[in-house]
């Protein structure tokens, strides 16, 4: 059994799916943090099988809701002094800007380089976002 000490202070995203953590890593730009990062990935869950989980050694601000476009199933926990002092779920946003990037070769963000890459949520259920040039839906791999 893998062993991974626990925090005093910091983030645990957790139940991320699994190959999950390094998108997740990417988006928080974790590479340019001062601070200790831990990955587990594939970790077992009773939850969910299998998942990965993202520990991090400090505080620091974190759009909870924008991560939920990249897993919303994901739990984040805010470490104080050694224990869980908050547990958050994210929130699926109705629009996300520069997360998602549209992968039609005709939308106009293709030939526009500088144009943000904006999507709109259009089926809450099934956390599906379109692009707002070109409609095209954003699907997760």
Do not use: W
């Amino acid at each position: 059994m893998l062993n991974i000490g626990g925090l005093t202070q910091g983030i645990v995203i957790d139940h991320i799916a699994v190959g999950g953590a390094m998108k997740i890593y990417e988006y928080l730009n974790l590479k340019d943090m001062d601070c200790s990062v831990a990955i587990i990935k594939n970790a077992r869950s009773n939850k969910m099988g299998r998942k990965d989980i993202i520990k991090i050694e400090n505080s620091f601000d974190i759009d909870i809701d924008v991560l939920g476009v990249l897993d919303h199933n994901i739990t984040i926990n805010i470490i104080e002094d050694g224990v869980i002092k908050e547990k958050r779920n994210p929130k699926l946003p109705e629009k996300v800007t520069n997360i998602l990037k549209c992968k039609n070769p005709r939308c106009i963000t293709s030939i526009e380089q500088e144009l943000k890459h904006v999507f709109k949520l259009t089926d809450r259920e099934k956390g599906v976002y379109r692009c707002i040039y070109c409609e095209q839906a954003f699907k997760k791999n």
